[in-house]
């Protein structure tokens, strides 16, 4: 009898083996064909033209958390970056993309979609319309790319793809040195600074609720409330960009950093 039950446990054991195997097997396999995809649209939308980087001689389009010289005026305009992505091709091949989030230093590096109809539409479908477990950023669709605050998502990943960056931000040192969003458009590049880190709930947190305000600081407020930690805006923006993720560590938890425009 003894001899039967370790024999049905070994086998059980094997099974759920065999399976967490396959299962972990099968999501590698995801992940690769799901960032060479995005990595292929990509290359299938760069300009010809590639601004030089900022360690370059002669870059027009300097590291954009660099501090000034001394002699800089502070209250100077940053210099114009020139997008990367052609926007209007992945437009052509998606109407329903609006653009183009980087954030420097990070794996994030996407296209943006925008569905009013069907909010969490890209929430499980990818760039081409299939399915897909990861997903493609995605903008609020309450939002325009008019409104005070630009609200986007995407998933946490077991590989560190997508949003999972953001987990990242609650070390302090990691938020020091990740602070540049860039965002392409058709309009141009739209640069922001990461200034507060928010653990926030879905559903509770009123940051989700901020996308047209009548008063600053009552958003401002609003992001204090949530954060870790907050530096505080350093200019006088009035038009901000919140990216969100899963935080699997708490019940309804979510992963915030929240930026000001600043170019």
């Not at 299938?44 to 590639?50: D, H, R, V």
């Not at 001394?70 to 209007?88: G, K, W």
């Not at 954030?103 to 996407?110: A, E, K, L, R, S």
């Amino acid at each position: 009898m003894r001899k039967t039950i370790c024999t049905l446990l070994a086998f059980v054991f094997l099974v759920a083996a065999m399976g967490a195997a396959f299962w972990f097997t099968r999501q590698f396999i995801e992940s690769k064909e799901e960032q060479g995809k995005f990595q292929q649209l990509a290359e299938a939308t760069l300009l010809e033209t590639i601004p030089p980087k900022a360690s370059e001689p002669g870059s027009q389009n300097p590291e954009p958390d660099s501090a000034p010289p001394p002699s800089a005026d502070p209250e100077a305009p940053l210099p114009t970056l020139e997008p990367v992505h052609d926007i209007a091709a992945l437009q052509s091949l998606n109407p329903n993309c609006l653009g183009w989030i980087t954030v420097p230093g990070t794996p994030i590096d996407y296209p943006v979609m925008w569905t009013p109809a069907d909010p969490e539409f890209y929430l499980r479908t990818a760039f081409d319309g299939e399915y897909s477990s990861y997903g493609v950023p995605f903008m609020d669709a309450r939002c325009s790319l008019d409104s005070d605050n630009l609200i986007l998502y995407s998933h946490n990943k077991f590989d560190g793809s997508m949003f999972t960056a953001l987990i990242h931000y609650g070390d302090l040192g990691y938020f020091e040195g990740h602070r540049t969003i860039l965002f392409e458009t058709l309009d141009g590049v739209r640069q922001y600074k990461i200034f507060a880190v928010c653990r926030a709930n879905a559903y509770r947190s009123q940051i989700y609720q901020s996308i047209d305000f009548d008063n600053k600081a009552d958003f401002l407020d609003t992001v204090q409330a949530d954060s870790q930690y907050n530096v505080g805006p350093g200019g006088s923006a009035a038009e901000f960009i919140t990216l969100s993720t899963c935080d699997i560590s708490r019940q309804d938890g979510r992963w915030v950093v929240v930026g000001e425009r600043i170019g």
